[in-house]
């Protein structure tokens, strides 16, 4: 439990310091007002046509009676509308670092910076930079989508799928979100994604704790915009508690002997 409100204490510590320094929530938020424009698009075109879509790939409910057809046909455009944000929450991130990589790497950079210490630069190209963004962000939602159909066929299970399994679904996407986030500062201290998500499952809680809240938060469109140069900050910080090197222990003194002459 205590780390669960490390978790969110550190998205608490990152919004703070990005509306604390104007010029980079200002930076960051264009990439996230751009990628929402886009999605927000998507998301109403998938809304006029999710109904169109159930009704082509269930042609062998056509016969049905009122009201089986209209009860199967509803409960599927619903589930096929949810998905569809459940993956606009997920992808909005890859895609908003991937739009603003300059911007948000320099920010994470800025953030190190202010807390002291080593601040790592990962010494690549833009074009190589933007190249590992976007093969792991491919990476990662291929994994989104695995989990997103298995829970999507999950949701039919009676008072399971309504309950369990949405709650479930907001810890997959806190989970990916969280490590989209932290990518930034990981792959400047040379991380590959083999090993940013065995460091993320070592600190689970810690995890869930700041990118569940985050995944609620972004449910909202503009607060999604909002909050995104904050998530950046605070994923930073949590990444330098991931990252931190252990303190040393003091050294176990032996007590001196006592020798009888």
């Known amino acids: 439990m205590s780390d669960l409100g490390a978790g969110f204490g550190y998205l608490i510590k990152g919004q703070r310091w990005a509306f604390g320094h104007a010029r980079w929530l200002g930076l960051g938020l264009l990439p996230a007002l751009i990628t929402l424009v886009v999605y927000a698009g998507a ?35 619903v589930l096929v509308f949810v998905f569809g944000i459940f993956l606009a929450v997920i992808t909005f991130t890859a895609v908003t670092l991937l739009v603003g990589q300059p911007f948000y790497e320099s920010l994470s950079e800025a953030v190190d910076r202010s807390e002291g210490g ?27 989508a695995f989990y997103g159909v298995l829970l999507f066929a999950l949701g039919f299970i009676p008072v399971v799928g309504q309950t369990v399994i949405p709650a479930l679904g907001f810890c997959v996407s806190g989970y990916f979100l969280a490590e989209e986030l932290t990518a930034v500062a990981l792959q400047r201290r040379g991380m590959v994604l083999k090993d940013r998500l065995r460091l993320l499952r070592a600190r689970r809680a810690l995890v869930l704790g700041f990118g569940v809240p985050l995944t609620l938060a972004f449910l909202v469109p503009f607060v999604a915009v909002l909050l995104m140069p904050g998530a950046v900050a605070g994923a930073t910080l949590l990444v330098r508690d991931l990252t931190a090197a252990p303190e040393d222990p003091e050294p176990v003194r032996e007590p001196h002997s006592l020798h009888k002459d």
């Open 43 to 77: 998301l109403v075109g998938l809304g006029y046509g999710a109904d169109d879509f159930v009704g082509w790939a269930t042609p062998f409910a056509d016969d049905w009676s009122s009201p089986w057809l209209g009860l199967l046909r509803n409960t599927l455009t």
């Open 118 to 144: 080593e601040v790592p630069e990962s010494g690549l190209p833009l074009w190589r930079e933007l190249w590992i963004s976007a093969r792991d962000s491919v990476r990662i939602l291929l994994r989104v």
